[in-house]
Each structure stands twice: as structure tokens, then as C-alpha cells.
């Protein structure tokens, strides 16, 4: 069994940015792909990055390709998630989740096991 605890959200005025933190414990995370997913109300959890469990690989959504940066920290036990030049369609809760595997970056949130219980992002115009 995996507890996520995400922290790091807030209100941020559009072009702002904010860093996302996934804590893990009750076991290690290192063998395992994590990945961000964020939903807002009425929406499916939408796929936002994805990292392998050494961090060697990462992959983002179109959406925020070059503007977000997925990193793990694991003798920390510990997801990040960098979001710079944030703009106001980024306001949802953010998710962070395990994915089994250690080599894939699933974008398919049904692949994912273990989830946090979300923190919220609110970006203002």
C-alpha cells in the first residue's frame, strides 16, 4: 500500500508559477512510474506528465509541453511537479498517482494504482 499526499497548490495570477510536491509513503517508490493528472468539475481526470520510476524518461500533454516540469526525488520518496507561465485554463485539482510499471509513461489514468487526494490550482486572469 502506497499514501500519496500532494501540497503546493494555490491561488497564482496568470504567467506565475507553482511547484506541486507528491509525498509518498508506506513504501518506496522508487520502481515505480508516477505520473500528474488534474481534473476540474464536470471533466474527466485529464493526463498531465509522466515520469519513469529513475526519472530517466518524461512525457507531457501538448497542453503544457514546455511550460511544466515532471521530477522525482526518490531517496526522498517524493514527486514534483514544476508549473511555470501558468495560464487560467491550468486551474483544476492536481493528481498525483503510481503507475505499476517501471519503464512506461502511461497517459491512461486507469493504469494508475495507488492516487493522492488531490491539492487544488486556481490560476486568476
Known amino acids: 500500500q502506497v499514501q500519496l499526499v500532494e501540497s503546493g497548490g494555490g491561488l497564482v495570477q496568470a504567467g506565475g508559477s507553482l511547484r506541486l510536491s507528491c509525498a509518498a509513503s508506506?513504501?518506496?517508490?522508487?520502481?515505480?512510474?508516477m505520473g500528474w493528472f488534474r481534473q476540474t468539475t464536470g471533466k474527466e481526470r485529464e493526463f498531465v506528465a509522466a515520469?519513469?520510476?529513475?526519472?530517466?524518461?518524461?512525457r507531457y500533454a501538448d497542453s503544457v509541453k514546455g511550460r511544466f516540469t515532471i521530477s522525482r526525488d526518490n531517496p526522498k520518496n517524493t514527486l514534483y511537479l514544476q508549473m511555470d507561465s501558468l495560464k487560467t485554463e491550468d486551474t483544476a485539482v492536481y493528481y498525483c498517482?503510481?503507475?505499476?510499471?517501471?519503464?512506461?509513461?502511461?497517459?491512461?489514468?486507469?493504469?494508475?494504482?495507488?492516487w493522492g487526494q488531490g491539492t487544488q490550482v486556481t490560476v486568476s486572469s
Open positions: 498517482a503510481t503507475n505499476p510499471t517501471t519503464y512506461a509513461t502511461s497517459a491512461d489514468a486507469p493504469t494508475y494504482t495507488y
Open positions: 508506506g513504501r518506496t517508490i522508487s520502481r515505480y512510474s
Open positions: 515520469i519513469t520510476a529513475s526519472g530517466g524518461t518524461t
